[in-house]
């Protein structure tokens, strides 16, 4: 992921790839305290309670950084993430913030003795909190163009699940050249470039059905 950025950052200084990069890591870290509440419960993996805390607080300090600003390393003005003042972007950050506060209080009571009925309840609070978090991502990867550019949706199966779930850079690395396409407008005058995103499960038979 960093070298997406540096070499986007290159090309383009005012395109926010870290803020974006973050964004994505925020879905990762959900799905990642989903699947440790779960395996938790199942004797001899790998998944604590100190671990889901961890990740709690961090996709919190992530959340306020995205809101407000930040830096994400040190020394770097390329990683710098620039405050939210779009609107558009705090109203959805706000969505995701009102799917984590309800999603926080299971994660909170997830133990090695979880029932059934809680477990279900942080999947079903992830996936809200997830689909929020997707559309912020999708915001932030995408330049705003005027009403006058025509779009241009680009159809993109990528494997966000499954064996191989490798979507995640993937779809990074097509909203940063998405974000240099649409500024420059060198590849395609008049035209403003949107990827569809399309989760094929790394799974053949799933992606001919689309």
Not at 91 to 114: F, I, Y
Request: hydrophobic fraction near 40%; proline fraction near 3%; charged fraction near 20%.
């Amino acid at each position: 992921e960093d070298v997406l950025v540096d070499e986007a950052w290159k090309a383009d200084p005012s395109l926010q790839g870290s803020k974006i990069v973050l964004a994505s890591r925020q879905l990762a870290l959900l799905q990642s305290m989903c699947r440790d509440s779960v395996l938790m419960t199942r004797s001899g993996l790998n998944a604590t309670t100190e671990g889901i805390a961890a990740s709690m607080r961090s996709f919190e300090a992530n959340h306020k950084i995205l809101l407000e600003g930040g830096s994400v390393r040190r020394l770097a003005a390329k990683t710098d993430v620039a405050e939210t003042t779009d609107l558009d972007a705090i109203n959805l950050m706000k969505a995701v913030e009102d799917q984590w506060t309800a999603l926080k209080g299971h994660l909170q009571k997830a133990t090695p003795q979880s029932t059934e009925a809680l477990l279900r309840s942080v999947v079903e609070g992830t996936a809200a909190a997830a689909e929020s978090m997707e559309a912020v991502v999708t915001f932030f990867g995408t330049t705003t163009r005027s009403t006058t550019m025509l779009s241009l949706e680009i159809l993109a199966p990528i494997p966000l699940t499954g064996d191989w779930p490798a979507g995640q850079t993937l779809r990074l690395a097509a909203q940063l050249a998405e974000g240099l396409i649409n500024k420059e407008q060198r590849i395609l005058p008049g035209f403003n470039l949107k990827h569809v995103f399309y989760d094929d499960k790394c799974d053949p038979s799933k992606g001919s059905q689309i």
